[in-house]
């Protein structure tokens, strides 16, 4: 993918290097079930993080266009062959329809990015829904407090935290997980801040402006005694001169 944003991982590679515990990204390969919003967030977010993407849909041919050309989009089955780390995009209520897949996915991690639609509906949470689906893979919780709008957006704005459980212990064997999560649990302050600041001037701006064009209407002129009158004037035309 080029283009703005995107170009980039989603938070600066600075601050990532030289921590150990991240596995360099390039070549690994994730798996990603389902095509919609968020699948295509995480795939395009991924092939922007170096990592080898392949999507598996229920109709590959047709959803093939919505993905970065990098990414691979195949049929759910061929899809999970190709990995060994999968997160599962699709919705708590269609989970059951994966069962078919129970043998491919043997041995692999699953990563439940899922939210309900309502509360205190289900009596085990999706992830321990899927994990007693597929007892024979590691169910990893995570990514589903990050909105597909942040993960394609940047950092900017939104939950950058990735929050993450699984009853496995600690699972180092995540780590393309794992290292995607961090990446994005790099604030990279000097981007969220400038970008704030921005906003702040402007919005001042934009305040003392419209004073200055108030009080410049005969009406509310002739309101101020004259000492108000050239306060305001003499002082905002200085400030919004200099802004
Ligand atoms: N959107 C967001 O911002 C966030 C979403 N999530 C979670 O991500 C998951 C996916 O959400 P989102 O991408 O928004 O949802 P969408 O409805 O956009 O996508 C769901 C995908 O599920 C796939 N799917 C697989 N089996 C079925 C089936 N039997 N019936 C219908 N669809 C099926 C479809 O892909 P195909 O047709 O190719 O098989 C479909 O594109 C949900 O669990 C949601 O809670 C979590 C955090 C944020
Ligand atoms: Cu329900």
Redesign the pocket.
Known sequence: MSGGDMAKPLLGHRSTEGDPSITPAAGRTIGV?????????LAIRLVCSGFKVVV?????KR?AGLFPSAAEVTF?AEAVKKTDVIF?????E?YS??CDLADVLAGKILVD????TEINHHKES?AEYLASLFPASTVVKG???????TLQSGARDGNKQVLSSSDKGQIPTVSAAEAVEKKMNIWVEEEVWRMEIYISVGIIALGLLSLLAITSLPSIANSLNWREFSFIQVTLTFADARE
């Open positions: 079930l389902g095509s919609g919003d968020f699948a295509r967030s598996g849909s229920r109709n590959p959803k759910q599962v995009a699709v919705f708590r269609h329809t994966l990015v899922s939210n309900n999706n990514f589903n407090v990050v909105s597909a709008w």
